[in-house]
């Protein structure tokens, strides 16, 4: 069976983002060789990658023009050619190769997607799409960089209203940056 994997980099104070959309600049706190290399491996371990509309728009439009080191280029060639599905009411079309839209139920065809063989679906960014996920016990994993920096404000990962869920460690990982990656499944 196909898992669903939430990856995402939060703050030590759980943070997501700033307080604007894709204020994402403590990434560059917590971004390194190892990173480079679990996004790399996880990347390498997908069928699918799972977007809420927010996240896909900003994710398009960053991996469709990425330039930079041999890592960065190596990510978005996988970005760019792992199908995607984006989940939204609102969307009507695409621009990003490889993705389709997911306009009713993103549960039911999630679930759907997990009974089929092959790799793994990964989630990233995309916190109310995820909210539904975790409400929904969709996830088999969750893993977490956290980023060594406290901003005091801005959009949580784990908003109130999700339920509660126990979950096993499976492994923890120091970074040379300062922050480390956390694997967890339910």
């Known amino acids: 069976m196909r898992k669903l994997i939430m990856s995402n980099i939060i703050t030590l104070d759980g943070y997501f983002e700033g307080e604007r959309n894709w204020d994402l600049s403590f990434h560059n706190i917590i971004w390194g060789k190892e990173l480079e290399e679990i996004s790399i491996e996880q990347l390498n371990s ?3 990658l799972v977007f809420g509309r927010i996240t896909y728009e900003g994710m398009a439009a ?23 599905l984006v989940c939204s009411k609102t969307l009507k079309s695409v621009e990003w190769k490889n993705t389709r839209i997911i306009s ?40 977490i960089g956290v980023a ?9 990962l784990f908003r109130k209203g999700v339920v509660q869920k126990t979950l096993k460690l499976i492994s923890s990982k120091q970074l040379s940056t300062g922050g480390v990656f956390l694997r967890y499944s339910k």
């Not at 960053?62 to 995607?84: C, F, H, Q, R, V």
């Not at 679906?121 to 969750?142: H, K, Q």
């Not at 920096?149 to 801005?154: E, K, P, Q, T």
């Open 62 to 84: 960053y991996w469709t023009k990425a330039e930079g080191d041999i890592a960065e280029l190596e990510i978005a060639k996988l970005m760019n050619s792992i199908p995607k």
């Open 148 to 156: 060594p920096v406290i901003l005091g404000s801005g959009r949580p």
């Open 104 to 143: 009713d139920n993103a549960s039911a065809e999630i679930m759907k997607l997990k009974q089929e063989g092959g790799k793994d679906m990964f989630v990233f960014g995309s916190a109310n799409l995820s909210e539904t996920f975790i409400n929904d016990d969709l996830f088999d994993e969750y893993r």
């Open 46 to 48: 997908a069928d699918y």
